[in-house]
T-cell receptor
């Protein structure tokens, strides 16, 4: 049973380009969470999705950021027109139907905007 | 607002014991998690407490007092590999995980 898979592990983008981060949850998990972590800081919640639904996007910037979790395929976090301040590690976590259990994290995508 | 407080950094000696505290103020409570995160890696699950008291798991133990909004993670017989950040997270009334900023633990020989 593969764990949470994120790709790419490292992503370099120039200012103004688009960044697409992918997350495949663990088998049987239908809840996906995206977090951002700046160097030396804690995890900041961005968005919580279930299949085809955004449940809570209160942590996501209103502009340039979007997320989806389609019926088929991985969850995608999309950042348009990236700026230097978007440089961070983006972690995805998944959990099964019962929400009050541990969340399993992917290895993260480290985005560097140059 | 919701708030999780942990010390920013702690230092301990190899072989010793260290206690990392976490206090929380959240809208509702459905359990408290401790995660370990080595630099550049993903957080990994350590413990989950939903009832008051001490949960022991090998060298690591976690304690919870819901009335005080307080938890601690106790690490015994410290090893160099325990150098990492330790993250406290609370599951609120909406089953949303609220994260502390983490405590960086430095182990010295």
């Amino acid at each position: 049973n593969a764990g949470v898979m994120q790709n790419p592990r490292h992503l370099v983008r120039r200012r103004g380009q688009e960044a697409r981060l992918r997350c495949s949850p663990m088998k049987g998990h239908s809840h996906v969470y995206w977090y951002r972590q700046l160097p030396e800081e804690g995890l900041k919640f961005m968005v919580y999705l279930q299949k085809e639904n955004i449940i809570d996007e209160s942590g996501m910037p209103k502009e340039r950021f979007s997320a989806e979790f389609p019926k088929e395929g991985p969850s995608i976090l999309r950042i348009q027109q990236v700026v230097r301040g978007d440089s961070a590690a983006y972690f995805c976590a998944s959990s099964p139907e019962v929400q009050n259990t541990e969340a399993f994290f992917g290895q993260g995508t480290r985005l560097t905007v140059v | 607002g919701q708030n999780i407080d942990q010390p920013t950094e702690m230092t301990a000696t190899e072989g010793a014991i260290v206690q990392i505290n976490c206090t929380y103020q959240t809208s509702g409570f459905n359990g408290l998690f401790w995660y370990q995160q080595h630099a550049g890696e993903a957080p990994t699950f350590l413990s989950y407490n939903v009832l008051d008291g001490l949960e022991e798991k090998g060298r690591f133990s976690s304690f919870l007092s819901r009335s005080k909004g307080y938890s601690y993670l106790l690490l015994k017989e410290l090893q160099m590999k325990d150098s990492a950040s330790y993250l406290c997270a609370v599951l609120d009334s909406n089953y949303q995980l609220i994260w502390g900023a983490g405590t960086k633990l430095i182990i010295k020989p």
